[in-house]
């Protein structure tokens, strides 16, 4: 059975970090992309961070690029997202993804083969 377990999200002031974690199971790591999305209340989902398990190439949107990073330890199956700088418009539930295609991954689509149930973040201002 696959799964993505997500943790550490929580309340932080605007300016603070967060480093959420995606644990992943059930499939075979280093074959897969692992992403996070993010839904805002009231606003579509949408992605925020990529990586490939296999070469480690990252990708993320404008609008986090600079104070998001994200990175994955593959002898533990999991992928971290370093939320530095946070703002209010950050506020949202953060979900894991996993997908074997870097492609479908990298373009955030929300076909991707697998989700987590999701981890809060709310900054505020």
């Known amino acids: 059975e696959v799964q993505l377990v997500e943790s550490g999200g929580g309340l932080v002031q605007a300016g603070g970090s967060l480093r959420l974690s995606c644990a992943a199971s059930?499939?075979?790591?280093?074959?897969?992309?692992i992403g996070w999305f993010r839904q805002a209340p009231g606003k579509e989902r949408e992605g925020v961070s990529c990586i490939s398990s296999s070469d480690g190439s990252t990708y993320y949107v404008d609008s986090v690029k600079g104070r998001f990073t994200i990175s994955s330890d593959n002898a533990k199956n999991t992928v971290y997202l370093q939320m530095n700088s946070l703002k209010p418009e950050d506020t949202a539930v953060y979900y894991c993804?996993?997908?074997?295609?870097?492609?479908?991954?990298?373009?955030?689509?929300?076909?991707?083969?697998?989700w987590g149930k999701g981890t809060l973040v709310t900054v505020s201002s």
């Open positions: 993804a996993a997908d074997p295609d870097i492609v479908t991954m990298s373009g955030f689509s929300y076909g991707v083969s697998y």
């Open positions: 059930g499939f075979t790591f280093d074959d897969y992309a």
